[in-house]
C-alpha cells in the first residue's frame, strides 16, 4: 500500500497566519491527490482534489499544490474555523490511504 | 438535500459480528461509487471500502476477508457486514460518497458526501 506521511503532525497558529501542510506519498501518485478537514465530532469535508481543485463552496484562501510524490495545502489567512485537523489521501491505487493528519491549533 | 444517515454500531464482544446501514436521501445508492472510512479513537482516518456502481469492490487489507460492503437498491441503502471483530475495529464508522463531476460525470475517487459517523465499540 503507498504510504501517506504529513508534516508536521500539529502546528500552533494565530488567526491571519498563512499555514502550510506537506503530504509525501511513498511512490508517485500524478495529482491523485485530495485534501480533507475535520472538525471534532463531526465528519471530514473534501477541500480539494486532483491535488490542486478546490471543492464546491470550499473559501479560496484554500489552495492545494504538487503532483507525483510531494503535495501541499495552504490556508492564507487562517480563520477562526480553520482550526481542525486535516487529512491528505492518495486514491491513484488501492487501497486508498491517508496521511496521519495535521492538528491546526491555536497559538 | 442529498445526506447519510448511518445506523448499526454498537458494542459487541471480540468475534462478534455487526452490520452497519447507511441511507442515502436525494440520491440513489446504486448509481454512486459508494465507501466507508473509518477513525479509531486517538487516531486518524482509515480507508476501509468501496463499491462501485457496477458492483466491483475493494477493501482496506486489515479488513479483506472480515467484511463485506453490498448495498440493497430497493432500500436505498449502503451496508458494511463486519464479521470476526476485533478491539482494532473499534472506531466510529463514516459512509460516504465518491464525488462525480457534474461536469462530464468524471469520477473522482474522493469522497464529498458524509454521513455523521457511527461508533462501533469491541470489548468483552
Known amino acids: 500500500a503507498i504510504r501517506m506521511t504529513q508534516s508536521p503532525s500539529s502546528l500552533s497558529a494565530s488567526t491571519g497566519d498563512r499555514v502550510t501542510i506537506t503530504c509525501r506519498a511513498s511512490?508517485?501518485?500524478?495529482?491523485?491527490l485530495a485534501w480533507y478537514q475535520q472538525k471534532p465530532g463531526k465528519a471530514p469535508n473534501l477541500l480539494i482534489y486532483a491535488a490542486s481543485t478546490l471543492q464546491s463552496g470550499v473559501p479560496s484562501r484554500f489552495s492545494g499544490s504538487g503532483s507525483g510524490t510531494d503535495f501541499t495545502l495552504t490556508i492564507s489567512c487562517l480563520q477562526s474555523e480553520d482550526f481542525a485537523t486535516y487529512y491528505c489521501?492518495?486514491?491513484?491505487?488501492?487501497?486508498?490511504?491517508f496521511g496521519q493528519g495535521t492538528k491546526v491549533e491555536i497559538k | 438535500e442529498v445526506q447519510l444517515v448511518e445506523s448499526g454500531g454498537g458494542l459487541v464482544q471480540p468475534g462478534g459480528s455487526l452490520r452497519l446501514a447507511c441511507a442515502a436521501v436525494g440520491f440513489t445508492v446504486n448509481s454512486n461509487y459508494m465507501g466507508w472510512v473509518r477513525r479509531a479513537p486517538g487516531k486518524g482516518l482509515e480507508w476501509v471500502s468501496v463499491?462501485?456502481?457496477?458492483?466491483?469492490?475493494y477493501y482496506a487489507d486489515s479488513v479483506t476477508g472480515r467484511f463485506t460492503i453490498s448495498r440493497d437498491n430497493s432500500k436505498n441503502t449502503l451496508y458494511l457486514q463486519m464479521n470476526s471483530l476485533t478491539t482494532d475495529d473499534r472506531a466510529v464508522y463514516y459512509c460516504?460518497?465518491?464525488?462525480?463531476?457534474?461536469?462530464?460525470?468524471?469520477?473522482?475517487?474522493?469522497?464529498?458526501?458524509w454521513g455523521q459517523g457511527t461508533m462501533v465499540t469491541v470489548s468483552s
Open positions: 460516504a460518497r465518491d464525488l462525480v463531476l457534474a461536469a462530464g460525470g468524471i469520477h473522482v475517487a474522493a469522497f464529498d458526501i
Open positions: 489521501q492518495q486514491y491513484y491505487i488501492y487501497p486508498r490511504t
Open positions: 463499491i462501485y456502481s457496477d458492483g466491483t469492490t
Open positions: 511512490q508517485g501518485i500524478s495529482n491523485y
